[in-house]
């Protein structure tokens, strides 16, 4: 499984798009790129995943870099509910595991 | 989705005790694994529980302390035995198919706290 490294946390403006930031330049060419995220106290959520071409869902879009060094999760209109620990993971899906790193600490402010 | 029930959602429990916390699936899956969470950290996988055979440890984690059932496709049981107070965390389950690159999803976990 690839490394990621993520910033340690990050603000945003309520309604304003949050961005964060992934480096997982040790990925391979089959590993996707997970993103999780973590409300206190709960159990980690699904947000997203992708391999080459950016995606998007109901809860975010994900844009993975041409090189897949790098990919930035985007979180149109943030509102106080995503406050949380977003996880960035490299991960192989034909083996399920999934390896956490430290995450980042999204902290959306009034 | 798959909807993911953890038994009991928290405990205190002394040291020196045995707790056996149960992972519900309400559907058939492939993949089911435990993980432990301390205090202030992010996840560590302990094992991959595997159906019918034993699981699969990570490095640090041993069956005689952690030992796992998975007696089918749909529940297992983490126990953690002889337990410190550095026990103390939430463990979760999570499970996944073994199709290419789907996503796997987490029950709730449960709070242990060894006093």
């Known amino acids: 499984d690839a490394k990621t490294t993520q910033p340690p946390s990050m603000d945003c403006a309520e309604g304003r798009a949050a961005n964060l930031p992934c480096n997982h330049s ?4 089959n590993e996707y790129v997970y993103w999780y995220r973590q409300i206190h106290s709960q159990g980690p959520q699904y947000i997203i995943h992708g391999l080459k071409n950016n995606e998007t869902n109901e809860m975010a879009s994900l844009i993975i870099t041409e090189d897949r060094k790098s990919s930035t999760l985007i979180l149109p209109h943030a509102t106080l509910r995503d406050t949380a620990v977003y996880y960035c993971i ?3 899906g034909n083996t399920g595991k999934l390896i956490f790193g430290q995450g980042t600490t999204l902290q959306v402010k009034p | 989705s798959a909807v993911i029930s953890q038994k009991p959602s928290r405990d205190i429990c002394q040291r020196g005790t ?6 519900q699936v309400d559907s058939q899956v492939t993949m089911m694994f435990w993980y432990r969470q301390q205090p202030g950290q992010s996840l560590t996988l302990i094992a991959t529980a595997n159906q019918g055979s034993e699981a699969t440890y990570e490095s640090g984690f041993v069956i005689d302390k952690f030992p796992i059932s998975r007696p089918n496709l749909t529940f297992s049981t983490l126990t953690v035995s002889n337990m410190s107070p550095e026990d103390s965390s939430i463990y979760l389950c999570s499970v996944g198919q073994l199709t290419v690159n789907t996503e796997a999803f987490f029950g ?3 709070r242990l706290t060894v006093v």
């Open chain 1, 26 to 29: 040790t990925i391979s060419g």
């Open chain 2, 18 to 23: 045995s707790l056996t916390i149960q992972c």
């Open chain 2, 108 to 110: 709730q976990g449960t």
């Open chain 1, 90 to 92: 490299g991960g192989s």
